[in-house]
């Protein structure tokens, strides 16, 4: 009996059978996450489907724009009704929220540790900002750009899905432990798109070995005339998401977005890997220099699984106390110990008891006492974070002007 040949590489019985297989991942894919199933149409070698455009028809709700980064529709046929909804329900009333109740923290500047992908509640809380920088473990490079098997983008999807219907990101999505890790720049797009910024121009960005940040505006990917990004692919794999040092090491790199607001005002966000952790932000170091620098604006933490509360997080904790104007957080960000470096802290909401995946922790404990005898403001207009018996909390530390600050260290509870 003739034993079977292999399919020869690059033949097109192999390209069929590799199309099977992803269009398989593809549909077990979207089963898992609860998404239709629907399949993208096949793109020429000659005329590839670029996988992200700009959308020039309908307006943005109450004033958003209409121009968005959208992802591919034949693969995504639920997500944009998603996107409306989380745009009505959460970012236009986080938006005027954050108009009545952060007057006093404008910032030119604004950090946002733990943030992975989520850029629009940023951009909702601080529309006015002009530099947004966003910090977290995935990477994001330009390399992401290119095309993917339609089981990557289906995982895109159904990430982002769960983000609009709940407010955050699973870690385990993100890691892609059951099934095809989506790429952070397709989530970081499509998160950009939903607090309606128009996006111009990527271009890599990295920490240098002096703690300054190097922009790499030659290797810049820019949008043509039609809102779509296309770029050299060889030249962009050229360029790691993490480069090494010339000591050896490895330096924070990601990626910078210009965009444009509703208003035709220019906007940058810059996103970064960088573990916040004290093994990632060792004293002194490159990274400690520059975080110092970008945090003397306004922070941002939520859905950040507790981890400023815990020991080994103090770096990043004493940043933070000592160099921000003022923090913005729910219950996951710092402990309330450490928050009153700032000296006024409001409390808006009410606070009993966290997510169920941390209750117990003495940190909690200390955070009940405080909000119980804090004059409690009215619950914020929308739902916000981990979901949890006690609804959205959110606490606004600021610094009095001129104040020195002083910073408190961490609790020794060891938690998480």
Sequence with gaps: ??????????????????????????????????????????????????????????????????????APQAICPGLKPAMGRYREQVLIPIRQWAQRELRQLTAETVLYPFSGPDAATLIALFSEARRMVLLSRQEASLAQLQPVPAGTEIAECATQHFFYITGFYRTHDLQGKHGPAPRLMSLLLMSIEAAGMLPAAIMPIRIDDEGRLQIARDQQVLADDDGVFRSAWPAVEATPATEASQSG????????????????????????????????????????????????????????????????????????????????????????????????????????????????????????????????????????????????????????????????????????
Aim: proline fraction near 9%; hydrophobic fraction near 40%.
């Design 1 to 70: 009996m003739e034993q079977a040949r292999s399919p020869r590489i690059g033949s097109p019985a192999l390209r069929a059978v590799r199309r099977v297989r992803d269009l398989a991942a593809a549909v077990a894919v979207a089963l898992t996450m609860g998404l239709p199933a629907a399949l993208p149409a096949q793109a020429s070698d000659a005329n590839p489907e670029p996988l992200h455009r700009v959308s020039l028809r309908a307006p943005g709700p109450q004033g958003l724009p209409g121009r968005t980064t959208i």
């Design 249 to 416: 090491g490895s330096r924070p790199a990601g990626v910078r977005f210009e965009m444009f607001d509703e208003h035709g005002k220019r906007r940058i966000i810059d996103y970064l890997s960088l573990d916040l952790s004290n093994a990632g932000l060792r004293a002194p170091s490159a990274e400690i220099d520059w975080l110092s620098g970008v945090a003397t604006g306004a922070v941002l933490i939520k859905s950040a699984s507790h981890l400023p509360q815990a020991a080994h997080f103090s770096n990043l904790v004493r940043i933070i106390t000592t160099r921000s104007r003022g923090i913005v957080q729910d219950e996951t960000g710092l402990d309330v110990q450490a928050l009153a470096a700032l000296g006024n802290i409001a409390v808006h909401g009410r606070f009993s008891e966290p997510h169920e995946l941390w209750r117990g922790a003495e940190s909690m404990k200390r955070l009940r006492s405080f909000t119980e005898q804090q004059p409690r403001l009215g619950s914020p207009p929308f739902v916000l974070g981990y979901r949890k018996p006690s609804g959205t909390l959110m606490m606004v530390a600021t610094r009095a002007p001129g104040e020195s600050p002083t910073a408190q260290g961490l609790p020794g509870d060891g938690w998480p």
